[in-house]
Each structure stands twice: as C-alpha cells, then as structure tokens.
C-alpha cells in the first residue's frame, strides 16, 4: 500500500512540475519574466564615444539579463568607476554599494554610500546617483553633501556633468567654510 501512495503522489508532484514548466516558458516567450543572460567575476566595462574612453567601471560581480525586451546589467557587490575628460585624463572617480545599468537606455543608477571625488578635490556623498550616457550627466534629487576645499555644501539634488567638474545642487539647504590653520601647533 505504501508503494502505491509513493507512486500516485510521485505522478501528482510530476504532473504539477510540467504544468509549471509550461507556464514558465509561456511568460519567457511573452517577455513577462527576466530570461538570464550572463554572469562575471571581477569585470571591467569601458564606455566609449566616436572611440574616445569616457569612463571605465569595475564591479566585483556582474550579472546581466534581459527584461521586458531591455537589457539590464546588476552590479550587487558594489561598483567603482574612473571618468576621463576629452583628452583622456582622468576627471573623477565614483564608488557605490550597488548598480544597475539599463542597457538599452543608456541610463546608470548606483546606489548606497555614493562618493563621487574630482581632480579638483571636491567630493560629493549621496545615497543615489543616475549616470545619463545620452545627455553626458549625472544627477539626483536625493540628499546630497559637497566638500571642497574650503566649503561644505548640503542640499537636496544634484545636476552635473559626467565627470563631477561643474556641478549644481538643485535645493541647497546650508554652506559651512572650512577655514586652514595656519598656525603650526607642537
């Protein structure tokens, strides 16, 4: 009897294991699911325009699928980007937590402990930041803290260009000097 049981619930478990397979590969076929698409360690992404290095991005894991006809890529375990000028110099630098990269759009999202530092020694924190192939700019209405040389600036959004070298906060909220000792105190 014990045999029977095994073998009817065995034919059930199979039967609804089918069943689910063919509504999955239904939604695959409508593009309603994700369908994976690549994986890898440690890569390096260059982005380019008319052959000139624009930036390069590193991500420690990288996962890219396809959704809704869209190509995504996920960076979870963070992401850390170097943007160069026209002339191939190094203009800034960005880390973050996380990144998405919609393909497609040409659009970028990083997220979580967003530090961006220019070559000017100014250094924008945030807790998210759209990167805009198309339009060259990053931007965010998100809380965000400049320090530069002599100043902390604080506010709600950012705009600027791609490489953090003209920037403007949308919202300031508050600017505090930072004033050099120029006594040497032993």
């Known amino acids: 009897m014990r045999i029977i049981i095994v073998i009817v619930t065995l ?3 199979n039967a609804c294991n089918v069943d689910y397979a063919k ?3 239904a939604k695959q076929q409508k593009g309603d ?3 994976f698409t690549q994986e890898g360690k440690n890569i390096t992404i260059n982005y380019t325009d ?3 290095l624009k930036a390069k991005i590193f991500a420690p894991l990288l996962i890219g699928f396809t959704k809704e006809n869209s190509e995504i890529i996920k960076m979870p375990q963070g992401i850390k980007g170097v943007f160069y000028n026209k002339d191939g110099q190094k203009e800034s630098t960005l880390t973050a937590e996380k990144g998405i990269s919609y393909q497609t759009k040409k659009i970028t999202e990083v997220t979580q402990n967003v530090v961006i530092t220019n070559v000017k020694g100014e250094r924008l924190n945030t807790e998210k930041l759209i990167w805009d192939q198309n339009t060259q700019k990053i931007y965010t209405d998100k809380f965000v803290k400049i ?6 600036i604080t506010g709600d959004g950012m705009k600027s260009d791609q490489d953090f070298s003209h920037w403007e ?3 300031p909220r508050g600017i505090i000097s930072i004033k050099k000792d120029s006594t040497n105190k032993n």
């Open 23 to 25: 509504q999955n590969v």
């Open 33 to 35: 699911t994700m369908l």
């Open 11 to 13: 034919i059930i478990l």
């Open 147 to 152: 320090t530069t040389p002599t100043e902390i």
């Open 169 to 171: 906060i949308t919202k």
């Open 50 to 52: 008319s052959g000139i």
